[in-house]
């Protein structure tokens, strides 16, 4: 093992004095192998504290040496063998892959496109909606469709059904019986018993005709299908 300063110093002052580490070791009653462990400054084998500055206090005396200028070379020989090894820089974190950022501007743009086209879809469907709405409204409320009445008895009663002023029925109506009737501009209804009937006008339902076990009478036309 290669020596330091220390070590160099201490062997050298030993070997000038024709001092032997046999003869080192019986004076100062230190080991051979700790001896040769100071010459090599092989730290890890030395113990440290009072014990190290012991065995350099003992080996400065038998050799006529100054105790506190070699204590001071064992100290310095021995902090700096301990210097702890300085960390490796941490290795800096590698940037992203250029195709990164692309790859996400694209799926950005992609969605953006989808969004549109779902709201546009969501209008036009909208749109068309209201549009076959209103065509439905104008149908039912317009005067060119034909009127189809419904007459539903479920109690016999006496019915008269006038059709654009066109007598179409002036009799009895049974329980169960059901009568339909077209016209083009309106009906002209009436029941001995309002309640006895059950009248429907192009499939929508219509009020009684008056209160219930009275005579009751009621135009029905376009107006009633808004």
């Excluded at 063998?81 to 992609?110: N, Q």
């Excluded at 749109?127 to 076959?132: E, G, I, K, N, V």
């Excluded at 059901?178 to 309106?186: D, E, I, P, V, W």
């Excluded at 192009?202 to 005709?209: S, T, V």
């Amino acid at each position: 093992m290669a020596r330091g300063r220390f070590g160099e110093h201490l062997k050298r002052e030993r070997e000038l004095r024709e001092v032997s580490l046999e003869e080192l070791s019986k004076a100062t009653r230190i080991s051979n192998r700790f001896l040769q462990a100071l010459e090599n400054e092989e730290w890890e084998k030395l113990p440290g504290g009072v014990f190290g500055h012991g065995f350099v206090r003992s080996i400065a005396r038998y050799l006529g040496l100054s105790e506190e200028a070699l204590l001071g070379e064992y100290d310095s020989a021995r902090a700096e063998k301990s210097l702890p090894i300085p960390p490796k820089p941490a290795a800096p974190i590698p940037p992203p892959p250029k195709w990164i950022p692309a790859a996400a501007a694209l799926i950005g743009l992609l969605l953006l496109v989808a969004c549109f086209y779902i709201a546009r879809y969501a209008w036009h469907h909208l749109a068309d909606y209201r549009a076959a709405k209103q065509a439905a409204v104008s149908i039912a409320s317009s005067p060119n469709v034909p009127l189809e009445l419904t007459v539903s008895a479920t109690a016999s009663t006496h019915v008269r059904v006038i059709a654009d002023d066109k007598l179409l029925l002036d009799a009895e109506v049974y329980v169960g019986e059901t009568l339909r009737f077209t016209a083009k501009q309106q009906f002209d209804v009436s029941a001995t018993n309002s309640t006895a009937v059950l009248l429907t006008l192009n499939g929508k339902a219509m009020p009684p005709l008056g209160s219930p076990g009275t005579f009751g009478r009621m135009v029905f036309s376009h107006k009633n299908l808004r």
